[in-house]
């Protein structure tokens, strides 16, 4: 007689809901601002703060595009983003001047599956750094998860990028792996760093960002007290 043999593992059953798609809204934080994108709006200020001679290797070397040599062009390529679904495009504007500093894009969606990119970071150098880039990557993520209901939050970088591996981790991401010559990108190879957070760890990053971001934790200069890496809880790979 034959032994019947256990069923194997294909795993845990989820709730199957979708996820919303993100929607033209903006969110708004202490420091920035996050806006639907509009060429007329934010061309002009996000073209003098990343294309010049000095800053311009700076900010697009890892990214799919750019840079630009004129406005014109800039604009056009702006246009196009604005009007793009996946990816869906938002303006970094910061509060104190009302003008944009970068742009971010949430990507490669996947409702069906609760599964979200964030991607096609550019910050001009005045964002770099600066609390405001923590505060636009905070205010993603908790409209990712609190907000549209995806279970997995995904960054992925060139491998060659470490400021954007060592930012990822900062922001609460665990790195996963390397997808070897995953693309081609201005001519170049590309190995793929992943990094990713889920729904279960978002609580307690969300604590480490809203404990990061309060008030208290910045001197009269601005500068803060506990950093964000001391904060943010680990999860090993």
């Known amino acids: 007689m034959t032994t019947p043999q ?76 604005a009007r793009s679904v996946d990816p869906h495009f938002f303006a970094v504007v910061d509060n104190a001047t009302g003008r944009a500093v970068g742009f971010q894009a949430l990507m490669r969606i996947d409702p069906s599956n609760r599964v979200i990119e964030v991607g096609n970071i550019m910050y001009a150098p005045a964002m770099q750094r600066t609390a405001g880039a923590t505060e636009a990557q905070y205010l993603f993520a908790r409209y990712v998860f609190d907000d549209l209901g995806y279970r997995r939050y995904e960054w992925k970088c060139n491998n060659l990028n470490a400021p954007s591996k060592r930012a990822a981790e900062r922001f609460g991401f665990t790195f996963e792996g390397i997808f070897r010559q995953h693309m ?24 480490a960002y809203q404990r990061w971001l309060a008030p208290d934790n910045f001197d009269a200069a601005g500068r803060q007290k506990v950093s964000l890496s001391d904060l943010m809880p680990r999860t090993a790979p």
Request: hydrophobic share 40%.
């Open 6 to 81: 256990p069923a194997q593992p294909i795993g845990p059953l989820v709730d199957g809901r979708h996820a919303k798609r993100p929607e033209r809204i903006t969110l708004e934080g202490r420091w920035i601002t996050l806006a639907p994108l509009d060429s007329e709006k934010h061309a002009e200020a996000l073209y003098e703060g990343s294309n010049g001679d000095e800053v311009r290797d700076r900010v697009w070397t890892y990214l799919f595009n750019g840079p630009f040599t004129n406005l014109s062009d800039f604009a056009a390529d702006v246009e196009l983003k």
């Open 184 to 207: 081609i990108v201005k001519g170049r190879n590309r190995d793929t760093a992943w990094f990713a957070m889920l729904d279960s760890e978002w609580p307690a990053r969300k604590a």
